[in-house]
């Protein structure tokens, strides 16, 4: 449930283009990567998404979008967060 719910939330406000970098829309290079297939239709049907591409740039929004709440969380609290290895 918490994972659709910041996947909607992600996807209704950009974190990236927030911020005034570079967004999904611009221009997009061609790269090639060894996955586990099993992983990746995991986590497409986790992020309920159709495509390898779409998956993995959804997960990347979630990597940045993870850091942005560590970020703010350390400027309104002084916390002390970081990221489990």
Do not use: N
């Amino acid at each position: 449930m918490y994972v659709r719910k910041l996947f909607m939330y992600i996807h209704r406000e950009d974190p990236i283009a927030r911020k005034g970098r570079a967004s999904r829309t611009t221009r997009k290079v061609s790269r090639t990567f060894r996955l586990t297939p099993g992983r990746l239709e995991a986590a497409q049907k986790i992020l309920g998404t159709d495509t390898a591409t779409a998956t993995i740039e959804t997960a990347l929004d979630m990597v940045v979008f993870r850091q942005e709440l560590i970020d703010g969380a350390d400027a309104m609290f002084g916390a002390d967060i970081h990221a489990v290895e």
